[in-house]
């Protein structure tokens, strides 16, 4: 919940939102003339928090980041774009940030572990901090947190629900070889 808060605190002035109805449900869209800010999850924007600050926004279908947004989030759904080429800016530490830009980096319809992310990011040992740091990625999707999986190849922590992580490596497997 204070997270939710915390993310409308540092939103620029003239965001705004739009909805996707997706195959994994519905995805709410914040973005701003810097670039997109957050994709949130269905079972988020029925938080209590989520409800009371959505009303300080307006809806706008117009957006032109919004509609690169769900016009690419649809090609991906549908298997026909396998990167995203979007104005991005998340709110997150250094190190946060530093690990969002890392999962950019892994290719479509491949997976690596917690421990090979913090590898990669230069320290094995902080694999815990990179799966807490992932956990906390607010663009889902555009920036891949559901490619980083367990070091036994388990399904685990992810944002939108295990099931959606399945959907969407599933998506990526099919994607990948036509």
């Known amino acids: 919940m204070k997270r939710i808060q915390k993310f409308?605190?540092?939103?620029?002035?003239?965001?705004?939102?739009?909805?996707?109805?997706?195959?994994?449900?519905?995805?709410i869209l914040f973005a701003s003339n810097k670039g997109l800010h957050h994709v949130f999850w269905e079972h988020e924007a029925q938080l209590e928090a989520f409800q009371m600050g959505?009303?300080?926004?307006?809806?706008?279908?117009?957006?032109?980041?919004?509609?690169?947004?769900?016009?690419?989030l649809s090609e991906y759904f549908k298997g026909k774009r396998q990167v995203f080429d979007i104005p991005l800016c998340p709110h997150g530490t250094d190190f946060q940030l530093s690990?969002?830009?890392?999962?950019?980096?892994?290719?479509?319809?491949?997976?690596?572990s917690y421990g090979e992310q913090a590898s990669r990011l230069g320290n094995k040992n902080k694999a815990r901090a990179v799966g807490l740091a992932n956990g906390l990625n607010p663009i889902s999707i555009i920036v891949p947190c559901h490619r980083v999986i367990g070091s036994n190849g388990s399904l685990i922590g992810f944002g939108g629900g295990l099931d959606n992580k399945a959907k969407l490596l599933e998506l990526e497997r099919g994607g990948a070889n036509s």
Not at 12 to 18: A, E, K, N, W
Not at 54 to 72: C, E, L, R
Not at 101 to 106: F, M, P, V, Y
């Open 8 to 27: 409308f605190k540092l939103l620029p002035d003239q965001t705004v939102y739009d909805r996707l109805n997706s195959p994994i449900g519905e995805l």
């Open 54 to 72: 959505i009303q300080s926004f307006k809806q706008d279908v117009n957006h032109p980041i919004i509609v690169k947004a769900k016009t690419q």
């Open 99 to 112: 690990v969002w830009q890392e999962l950019r980096n892994i290719p479509y319809g491949k997976t690596i």
